[in-house]
C-alpha cells in the first residue's frame, strides 16, 4: 500500500549504526515477515527479521540512537503480538547466564 504513511519519529539510528533486538514468540518465517512488515512502517526504519536466529536488525537515517527510539521499536513489536529485548552483551556487567556463583 503506497498511499499509507509511515508512522513519524525522529530518533531513528544514524545512517549506517544498526540496532538488534531479540525476537520472541515466532513461530514460523511468515511471523518473520510480519514483524519486519510493522518496523519498516515506521519512518526512516530499515528492519530485517530473522525466524531462525529470532532476531531483528534495525537502521535509519538520524542522527543518533536513542531510547526512546528503541523503545518505540519494542512497543512495536509487541503490539504485533511478539516479544523483543535488547539482546545482553557479553562483558555488560551482567552475568549471561543468571548463576549465581558461576
Known amino acids: 500500500m503506497t498511499g499509507r504513511l509511515k ?6 539510528p544514524a545512517e549506517g549504526e544498526r540496532i ?3 525476537i520472541g514468540g ?5 511471523c518473520a515477515q510480519r514483524v519486519e ?3 519498516n512502517k515506521i519512518d526512516g ?3 530485517h527479521v530473522n525466524y531462525a ?3 531483528a536488525w534495525i537502521s ?4 543518533d540512537v536513542r531510547e526512546d527510539f528503541v523503545s518505540q521499536l519494542i512497543t512495536t513489536v509487541e503490539k504485533a503480538g511478539y516479544t523483543a529485548e535488547r539482546p545482553r552483551r557479553a562483558g555488560s556487567g551482567r552475568r549471561a547466564t543468571g548463576r549465581a556463583g558461576t
Open 7 to 12: 508512522e513519524q519519529t525522529t530518533d531513528a
Open 20 to 22: 538488534e533486538l531479540a
Open 26 to 30: 515466532m513461530t514460523c518465517a511468515a
Open 37 to 39: 512488515k510493522k518496523l
Open 45 to 47: 526504519v530499515t528492519a
Open 53 to 55: 536466529t529470532e532476531k
Open 60 to 63: 535509519g537515517g538520524a542522527d
